[in-house]
């Protein structure tokens, strides 16, 4: 019988904060499944209904709006699970960039037991735009090419994403300073997963 929400672990952080350097080796592990929303988006084609959507939001740096967000997170969650690749009553969810504003948590509230919140915060600004450039020119990611929708995505994710913290509340959210080196990051991610298992 299939649980009535998926266990699972939320990663936030601004962009180029290393949500999905982290969701990816988390999501190595044994019984963890990483999800990283921008990352399926990315991976749309042109021609389809969410592709054009996401074109078109993406391109001026600002949010897929929600319902088409969540319909595409329960369309892969679902797939996951018909090819064996996640398994909802015995693995945790790695959920990278969903839900991104109060609206997404809510939608998402019956369907998820969040175990905790690990928030990958840097004061830098610099920096997160340093990264993003360099992962646009090493990836060849447009929405990350622009340094003005770099800024606005930056003030997007600030005003829709980070009011998402107060909606899970202290006890889940665990701070984690990103401007470390990726291995000390990854250290104080196991160390918090490691306090919230059960």
Known sequence: MKPTKFRSILLFGAPGSGKGTQGKILGSIPNFYHFSCGEVFRTLTPDTELGKIFLEYSSRGQLVPDEPTIRLWQHCIQVAELEGSFNGQ???LIL?????????????????QVRAVIYLWGTDMKKLVARLQ?????????????????RQRLETYERETHPVLDFYGSKLVRKVDSTQSPINVLREILSALTKSAP
């Open 90 to 92: 015995t693995d945790t």
């Open 96 to 112: 990278d960039g969903i839900p991104r504003n109060l609206q997404q948590a809510q939608m998402l509230k019956g369907l998820l």
């Open 134 to 150: 360099r992962r646009a020119l090493r990836e060849n990611r447009l929405d990350d090419a622009n340094i003005e929708i770099i």
